[in-house]
């Protein structure tokens, strides 16, 4: 199994190719191909490079799908016996991305189309006899 781990937004994550995941937005039209270069942890079945604060040469491929808004928090603020309260809603803005290729040095490590099952399926099962009660 092929994953890294980037930063983006100020934060970390996992990311394996083929996926999707929403991070902050970022600065891209949807249906463009982005290129992120934070990555600090690369796992290629069992062959491991860790960055020292990041990998050198590693890079995540990826298409912008959708921008979109995350779910509503409430925050509310309330001050016992003072008769004060703030209600305050928040929802913050989001980018859906595609990872598809995660590549060190210019070769391509994993990728959607190398992680994806098989989809033909030979059968091969023999037709049942049918048993007749007498």
Request: no cysteine; aromatic share 4%; charged share 25%.
């Amino acid at each position: 199994m092929t994953y890294a781990i980037i930063e983006t937004g100020g934060k970390q994550l996992r990311v394996e190719p083929g996926r999707f995941y929403d991070v902050e937005r970022l600065a891209a039209e949807e249906n463009a191909s982005i290129t992120i270069d934070r990555v600090l942890f690369v796992e290629n079945d069992g062959e491991i490079s860790v960055g020292q604060p990041l990998v050198a040469g590693a890079t995540i491929q990826a298409t912008v799908l959708r921008h979109l808004r995350g779910r509503k928090i409430i925050v509310y603020k309330m001050r016992p016996k003072k008769k004060t309260r703030k209600k305050q809603g928040h929802r913050q803005e989001l980018t859906r991305l595609m990872v598809d290729a995660i590549q060190i040095g210019g070769k391509s490590v994993g990728s959607a189309a190398a992680t994806a099952a098989p989809t033909a399926v030979a059968e091969t099962a023999e037709p049942m006899a049918e048993a007749t009660a007498e």
